[in-house]
């Protein structure tokens, strides 16, 4: 989230489109709420009438897939009727660069870009850059008139987005797609925000991250970005998922957003000279261009006294991944079938059914040796050697079940969607043999460490030089338990040597040696800091001598009226609640919206006040710097040659899709997307054994694969068993009735579930034909009940087809046929 | 009992526009009160339990009805005991085992239950049901908790205020200033301890039109239950009255 859960109060337009907070995030409804009794608009965009739409003011349906075909044909009706916010898109995006005219877009190449390659199946992305002045400066026409201009280009993309295409792709009626671009194009006037929430309805799609993109392109048009009530928000599927990005769980980043690196990056310089933004831009933050700091510190961290200049602070310890390689959720299963694995830990996850094309997941643990399921309760995946169309005898897989106590059981901090840490306490002891996760790392670690001790090994050293400090030691060296405070600490970061700012006269003292560092702006390159995560640092530090937690504080109060509670836990980066924040005021650091004002500068002091600033310099207009300071040129990038695909949204349709043609252009799909080629790996558009469109969502009443909500019977009553919603209309031509079993199948797999046929799901009219659409749940799993009667996963039916810069899987979009049981 | 002190009544007001049909009442409820599972099917609907049963004290509601606007509306509604003024259940309960509290709630007496299901038909609303022991089990408003000062449970843990505790006139006179034109409950059987906030005709929302406690309750009530107690064991005269005021038992089935 750009903002926060509580802000949601503060919007004028609420459009809620790839999620279904109403069902998935309860307690964001409340703020939604509250924003309605004051007047705000609820607006719901889905393929299904869901919670939400109940309460929304305005429903549209579309077609699952075509996401970014609804919201390109609103920036069309955005520019075309004038709506944007000109002084926030001259001044703050990259509206009025000039782009090389090399470029060439979908509307002049029939759906691709300039610099595809086919064989690869990838772009060169040279033309995709900005004419740039001598000084190095992006070349700029502030009047958006240069037909080479961002803004003019943008135009020119979108005027293909017409009404009438939109409709024809998206099946959504005229006048419901023209209801939600009036209501939301209204917020376009600097007194007027509206937000957007999304989930994972937005996301797993071959093209999830650009319908994001399209969206932070509405939102800057509009100048809705920054502001309170405004922003672009991912509502997180889970209560510390947030947390689980900033401390870098996924292959490609380390924590704090660092990139891994990369083979071709021997050492540290190389690493940093790499991965470091450069703009010639003065007026630009830039904020990037510390990552030489965060990234030593990071080291320090780790390694601690091992880590010294000579030896590069241990850079060449840490794993690289080849150069161009992927190493996500389906490469690895991937991998895995092909029998590249020998063992596997699946900790906290059950991945029999929550992978997509779990079929293939299933199959391809029968290939390891050995597999080590961490989780609370034994699941489909510790069981996969005896689930449905196994022969335990033909697998040779030995599981080992590590039993770990439930967050109620230890203590730490969580980061919830609004970038908000908040520590939690231990309720109560773990039961039987169940251990804390930490612990059971540390177990393991000094183990791992003991054998290579022992025995060498290939490359020991990234492990026997781990600074491992949390705690009181054994006889043989062993921490005894984990002291959570302390990793903490190590996350936020410390001072190794009394460290100088010299460039005072005479240098002032900035932190003493084993003090607490006590913001990011003090880190250090030359490893006299150390910091765990450089966006946490902050978290924890020394006041009036004392260290104070500041996960752990509790303060209610909210100064500005705006629901920010900068007292209440701390929220990353500095306690900053709304970030690019510096966009919510106008050049001079005046309040867009003086009714909403999360920041403004006062002259006179020289200081900001509200929330905390996005960097203390003064407002652009007075010499200060431009907004985006995460970004090279300090503005938000309209044009965004980032991703693999384009730089700007273009709808493509899924992999697995009803139509023969995109009636956009001739490329049907995102032509960037890996396709595997497996016999298991089956696909099927336009296929009349798949005819349905089909997707997966969550109920309230489970979480995720159902793992731990299965398992607590209170929530089984309420949704005991895997269910397929459908149209009466669809109903009628299968001749099934609501409440009756039926069998949910796609190219990869089948499925049991009860069908509920209602009028929440109605048949689209697409190119003149019609499309009916149906959805499942994915929270259930043949182990448990142990009786069968939840059925099994709905992730059997999806594609292991990613997003071509993600990899997240298209479980939103896909064909399925529903017959009876 | 005629309520005394109608000031002081509470009351639980529920107000189904700003239900999203989360059921984390039904959870909450069955937490606190320690209500076993249900063994249940998937019956074509997201309601779940279908019905009130004796461990569950209180169920959403799932209506579609058809709307010019969009395919359909999805209304989501709170049920549980009504907190009658005018108790069925408590008028016709031989055995003192329904009773009324001080703020108002109609709680249960397990020990005093004979098991005798009389306030099973003298409910307007259908709510009683028994438990396994044959005992009366419904909604209690939470009492063990009020008494205590905290929240119903089911209120406590409702993310949207559609579900809402406090004294009874001021919940009302606070939902009319917010433009719920119609308080469900606000005279129905003198008053109900569980109220509804409509914009629209409650009956859209499947609410029962009119509710009365069957005239034969009333009648067996203040003839016949005071004449049987004096000469027969509670059970015999209720089974009495039971034949006489509503004729034999059938058993109700729980899901």
């Given at each position: 989230m750009t903002n926060h859960w509580i802000d949601l109060k503060n919007a004028d337009v609420i459009l809620v489109m790839g999620s279904n907070p109403a069902s998935n995030h309860p307690i964001s409804m409340k703020w939604i709420m509250r924003a309605r009794e004051k007047g705000a608009k609820l607006v719901c965009v889905d393929p299904r009438f869901t919670q939400t739409a109940a309460k929304a003011d305005l429903y549209a349906p579309l077609r699952s897939g075509t996401d970014i075909a609804f919201l390109g044909g609103m920036i069309n009706y955005i520019l075309e009727k004038d709506l944007y916010f000109k002084e926030y898109v001259v001044n703050y995006t990259n509206a009025a660069f000039l782009v090389n005219p090399d470029y060439k877009g979908p509307a002049d190449l029939d759906g691709l870009f300039s610099g595809f390659n086919a064989e690869k199946k990838n772009y060169d992305k040279k033309s995709w850059s900005f004419q740039l002045e001598e000084s190095g400066v992006a070349m700029k026409d502030p009047t958006l008139q240069d037909p080479n201009c961002v803004f003019q280009l943008l135009k020119k993309h979108y005027s293909r987005y017409t009404v009438e295409k939109v409709v024809d792709i998206t099946g959504t009626p005229e006048d419901k797609l023209l209801a939600v671009y009036e209501i939301f194009g209204s917020t376009g006037k600097p007194d007027r925000v509206g937000t957007e929430c999304y989930a994972m309805g937005w996301t797993q799609h071959t093209v999830g991250t650009q319908n994001i993109r399209a969206m932070t392109i509405i939102q800057v048009l509009l100048g809705n970005m920054g502001m309170a009530g405004g922003g672009i928000n991912a509502m997180r599927g889970e209560a510390n998922v947030q947390g689980s990005t900033d401390y870098g769980l996924l292959f490609h980043i380390l924590p704090g957003y660092n990139p891994t690196p990369v083979a071709s990056q021997p050492d540290l310089a190389t690493y940093i000279?790499?991965?470091?933004?450069?703009?010639?831009?003065?007026?630009?933050?830039?904020?990037?261009?510390?990552?030489?700091?965060?990234?030593?510190?990071?080291?320090?961290?780790?390694?601690?006294?091992?880590?010294?200049?000579?030896?590069?602070?241990?850079?060449?310890?840490?794993?690289?991944?080849?150069?161009?390689?992927?190493?996500?959720?389906?490469?690895?299963?991937?991998?895995?079938?092909?029998?590249?694995?020998?063992?596997?830990?699946?900790?906290?996850?059950?991945?029999?059914?929550?992978?997509?094309?779990?079929?293939?997941?299933?199959?391809?643990?029968?290939?390891?040796?050995?597999?080590?399921?961490?989780?609370?309760?034994?699941?489909?995946?510790?069981?996969?050697?005896?689930?449905?169309?196994?022969?335990?005898?033909?697998?040779?897989?030995?599981?080992?079940?590590?039993?770990?106590?439930?967050?109620?059981?230890?203590?730490?901090?969580?980061?919830?969607?609004?970038?908000?840490?908040?520590?939690?306490?231990?309720?109560?002891?773990?039961?039987?043999?169940?251990?804390?996760?930490?612990?059971?790392?540390?177990?393991?670690?000094?183990?791992?460490?003991?054998?290579?001790?022992?025995?060498?090994?290939?490359?020991?050293?990234?492990?026997?030089?781990?600074?491992?400090?949390?705690?009181?030691?054994?006889?043989?060296?062993?921490?005894?338990?984990?002291?959570?405070?302390?990793?903490?600490?190590?996350?936020?970061?410390?001072?190794?040597?009394?460290?100088?700012?010299?460039?005072?006269?005479?240098?002032?003292?900035?932190?003493?040696?084993?003090?607490?560092?006590?913001?990011?702006?003090s880190l250090q390159a030359d490893g006299s800091t150390s910091c765990g995560n450089w966006i946490y640092c902050n978290s924890y530090i020394l006041k009036d001598g004392k260290e104070v937690n500041m996960m752990a504080r509790r303060g209610k109060d909210d100064p500005t009226g705006l629901g920010l509670y900068p007292g209440w836990a701390w929220a990353w980066p500095v306690n900053r609640r709304i970030i690019y924040n510096r966009a919510s005021v106008d050049p001079q650091g005046q309040p867009w919206d003086p009714k909403r004002p999360i920041l403004k500068w006062d002259a006179e002091k020289k200081a900001w006040a509200g929330d905390v600033p996005d960097g203390p310099a003064p407002p652009m207009g007075t010499d200060g710097k431009f907004p985006f300071i995460m970004k090279p040129d300090g503005v938000a990038s309209i044009f965004g040659p980032g991703l693999v695909e384009g730089p700007f949204p273009e709808h493509y349709e899924a992999l697995e899709c009803p139509v023969e043609v995109n009636a956009m252009s001739k490329q049907r799909i995102n032509p960037t997307i890996k396709i595997f080629g497996d016999k298991m790996d089956a696909f099927f558009s336009c296929d009349a054994r798949y005819p349905f469109v089909g997707t997966t969502y969550r109920v309230s009443e489970h979480w995720q694969t159902g793992c731990m909500t299965r398992h607590c019977s209170w929530l089984l009553e309420m949704q005991p068993q895997n269910f397929v919603e459908l149209s009466f209309e669809l109903a009628k031509d299968l001749k099934l009735s609501n409440g009756e079993t039926v069998i949910v199948s796609s190219g990869r797999g089948e499925v049991k579930a009860v069908a509920l046929v209602s009028e929440r799901f109605k048949p689209f009219k697409i190119s003149n034909t019609t499309v009916h659409q149906v959805g499942l749940p994915w929270h259930f799993g043949w182990q448990f009940p142990e009786d069968g009667s939840g059925y099994d996963s709905a992730n059997l039916l999806t594609p292991n087809v990613g997003d071509a810069n993600t990899m997240i899987p298209e479980s939103k979009a896909f064909m399925v046929n529903v017959r009876k049981a | 009992m005629a309520n005394d002190?109608?000031?002081?009544?509470?009351?639980?007001?529920?107000?189904?526009?700003?239900?999203?049909?989360?059921?984390?009442?039904?959870?909450?409820?069955?937490?606190?009160?320690?209500?076993?599972?249900?063994?249940?099917?998937?019956?074509?609907?997201?309601?779940?339990?279908?019905?009130?049963?004796?461990?569950?004290?209180?169920?959403?509601?799932?209506?579609?009805?058809?709307?010019?606007?969009?395919?359909?509306?999805?209304?989501?509604?709170?049920?549980?005991?009504?907190?009658?003024?005018?108790?069925?259940?408590?008028?016709?309960?031989?055995?003192?085992?329904?009773?009324?509290?001080?703020?108002?709630?109609?709680?249960?007496?397990?020990?005093?239950?004979?098991?005798?299901?009389?306030?099973?038909?003298?409910?307007?609303?259908?709510?009683?049901?028994?438990?396994?022991?044959?005992?009366?089990?419904?909604?209690?408003?939470?009492?063990?908790?009020?008494?205590?000062?905290?929240?119903?449970?089911?209120?406590?843990?409702?993310?949207?205020?559609?579900?809402?505790?406090?004294?009874?006139?001021?919940?009302?006179?606070?939902?009319?200033?917010?433009?719920?034109?119609?308080?469900?409950?606000?005279?129905?059987?003198?008053?109900?301890?569980?109220?509804?906030?409509?914009?629209?005709?409650?009956?859209?929302?499947?609410?029962?039109?009119?509710?009365?406690?069957?005239?034969?309750?009333?009648?067996?009530?203040?003839?016949?239950?005071?004449?049987?107690?004096?000469?027969?064991?509670?059970?015999?005269?209720?089974?009495?009255?039971?034949?006489?005021?509503?004729?034999?038992?059938?058993?109700?089935?729980?899901?």
């Amino acid at each position: 989230m750009t903002n926060h859960w509580i802000d949601l109060k503060n919007a004028d337009v609420i459009l809620v489109m790839g999620s279904n907070p109403a069902s998935n995030h309860p307690i964001s409804m409340k703020w939604i709420m509250r924003a309605r009794e004051k007047g705000a608009k609820l607006v719901c965009v889905d393929p299904r009438f869901t919670q939400t739409a109940a309460k929304a003011d305005l429903y549209a349906p579309l077609r699952s897939g075509t996401d970014i075909a609804f919201l390109g044909g609103m920036i069309n009706y955005i520019l075309e009727k004038d709506l944007y916010f000109k002084e926030y898109v001259v001044n703050y995006t990259n509206a009025a660069f000039l782009v090389n005219p090399d470029y060439k877009g979908p509307a002049d190449l029939d759906g691709l870009f300039s610099g595809f390659n086919a064989e690869k199946k990838n772009y060169d992305k040279k033309s995709w850059s900005f004419q740039l002045e001598e000084s190095g400066v992006a070349m700029k026409d502030p009047t958006l008139q240069d037909p080479n201009c961002v803004f003019q280009l943008l135009k020119k993309h979108y005027s293909r987005y017409t009404v009438e295409k939109v409709v024809d792709i998206t099946g959504t009626p005229e006048d419901k797609l023209l209801a939600v671009y009036e209501i939301f194009g209204s917020t376009g006037k600097p007194d007027r925000v509206g937000t957007e929430c999304y989930a994972m309805g937005w996301t797993q799609h071959t093209v999830g991250t650009q319908n994001i993109r399209a969206m932070t392109i509405i939102q800057v048009l509009l100048g809705n970005m920054g502001m309170a009530g405004g922003g672009i928000n991912a509502m997180r599927g889970e209560a510390n998922v947030q947390g689980s990005t900033d401390y870098g769980l996924l292959f490609h980043i380390l924590p704090g957003y660092n990139p891994t690196p990369v083979a071709s990056q021997p050492d540290l310089a190389t690493y940093i000279d790499k991965n470091t933004p450069k703009t010639k831009e003065p007026r630009s933050v830039n904020w990037w261009s510390n990552r030489n700091k965060y990234i030593t510190s990071y080291l320090k961290a780790i390694y601690g006294e091992a880590a010294t200049k000579d030896n590069d602070f241990g850079y060449s310890w840490l794993p690289k991944i080849d150069v161009g390689q992927n190493a996500s959720w389906l490469m690895i299963f991937d991998k895995m079938f092909k029998g590249d694995f020998e063992g596997f830990f699946a900790w906290g996850q059950n991945p029999a059914c929550s992978g997509a094309n779990s079929n293939k997941t299933r199959q391809a643990m029968t290939k390891l040796k050995w597999l080590v399921n961490v989780n609370l309760f034994d699941n489909e995946t510790g069981s996969f050697w005896r689930g449905p169309g196994m022969n335990p005898k033909d697998i040779q897989t030995e599981v080992f079940m590590l039993p770990c106590c439930s967050s109620m059981e230890k203590q730490g901090s969580i980061a919830n969607s609004g970038r908000m840490a908040q520590w939690r306490y231990k309720a109560v002891d773990p039961i039987g043999q169940s251990m804390p996760d930490a612990e059971i790392i540390n177990e393991l670690y000094f183990k791992v460490k003991e054998l290579y001790k022992k025995e060498g090994g290939a490359y020991p050293d990234p492990i026997v030089n781990l600074s491992w400090e949390y705690g009181d030691c054994d006889a043989a060296g062993k921490v005894k338990h984990l002291d959570i405070p302390t990793v903490a600490k190590e996350i936020n970061g410390t001072f190794l040597e009394d460290v100088y700012d010299k460039t005072a006269t005479p240098p002032k003292l900035i932190g003493k040696k084993g003090d607490l560092v006590t913001s990011f702006p003090s880190l250090q390159a030359d490893g006299s800091t150390s910091c765990g995560n450089w966006i946490y640092c902050n978290s924890y530090i020394l006041k009036d001598g004392k260290e104070v937690n500041m996960m752990a504080r509790r303060g209610k109060d909210d100064p500005t009226g705006l629901g920010l509670y900068p007292g209440w836990a701390w929220a990353w980066p500095v306690n900053r609640r709304i970030i690019y924040n510096r966009a919510s005021v106008d050049p001079q650091g005046q309040p867009w919206d003086p009714k909403r004002p999360i920041l403004k500068w006062d002259a006179e002091k020289k200081a900001w006040a509200g929330d905390v600033p996005d960097g203390p310099a003064p407002p652009m207009g007075t010499d200060g710097k431009f907004p985006f300071i995460m970004k090279p040129d300090g503005v938000a990038s309209i044009f965004g040659p980032g991703l693999v695909e384009g730089p700007f949204p273009e709808h493509y349709e899924a992999l697995e899709c009803p139509v023969e043609v995109n009636a956009m252009s001739k490329q049907r799909i995102n032509p960037t997307i890996k396709i595997f080629g497996d016999k298991m790996d089956a696909f099927f558009s336009c296929d009349a054994r798949y005819p349905f469109v089909g997707t997966t969502y969550r109920v309230s009443e489970h979480w995720q694969t159902g793992c731990m909500t299965r398992h607590c019977s209170w929530l089984l009553e309420m949704q005991p068993q895997n269910f397929v919603e459908l149209s009466f209309e669809l109903a009628k031509d299968l001749k099934l009735s609501n409440g009756e079993t039926v069998i949910v199948s796609s190219g990869r797999g089948e499925v049991k579930a009860v069908a509920l046929v209602s009028e929440r799901f109605k048949p689209f009219k697409i190119s003149n034909t019609t499309v009916h659409q149906v959805g499942l749940p994915w929270h259930f799993g043949w182990q448990f009940p142990e009786d069968g009667s939840g059925y099994d996963s709905a992730n059997l039916l999806t594609p292991n087809v990613g997003d071509a810069n993600t990899m997240i899987p298209e479980s939103k979009a896909f064909m399925v046929n529903v017959r009876k049981a | 009992m005629a309520n005394d002190n109608s000031t002081n009544r509470k009351a639980i007001l529920v107000t189904p526009e700003a239900c999203i049909g989360c059921r984390a009442c039904q959870v909450a409820c069955k937490s606190w009160n320690q209500l076993p599972s249900i063994s249940t099917k998937n019956n074509g609907t997201y309601q779940n339990p279908p019905d009130l049963a004796s461990a569950a004290f209180n169920i959403i509601q799932y209506n579609e009805v058809p709307s010019q606007e969009n395919p359909v509306r999805w209304l989501f509604v709170s049920r549980r005991c009504m907190h009658c003024e005018e108790a069925g259940c408590m008028t016709i309960c031989p055995s003192g085992a329904l009773y009324r509290t001080a703020e108002g709630a109609v709680a249960y007496d397990r020990d005093k239950c004979i098991g005798c299901k009389l306030c099973v038909t003298a409910c307007p609303f259908d709510v009683p049901r028994y438990d396994a022991d044959n005992k009366v089990t419904k909604c209690h408003l939470c009492t063990d908790r009020i008494v205590a000062g905290m929240l119903p449970a089911c209120v406590k843990t409702c993310p949207t205020s559609a579900l809402k505790f406090g004294d009874r006139d001021e919940l009302i006179s606070n939902a009319k200033k917010e433009g719920y034109t119609t308080i469900y409950g606000e005279k129905d059987l003198s008053g109900l301890g569980s109220i509804y906030a409509f914009k629209e005709e409650p009956k859209l929302y499947g609410m029962k039109e009119n509710p009365a406690i069957p005239s034969s309750v009333v009648f067996w009530h203040t003839y016949l239950k005071p004449l049987s107690l004096i000469g027969l064991g509670g059970v015999v005269a209720a089974a009495a009255i039971h034949y006489l005021a509503i004729g034999p038992h059938k058993e109700k089935e729980e899901v």
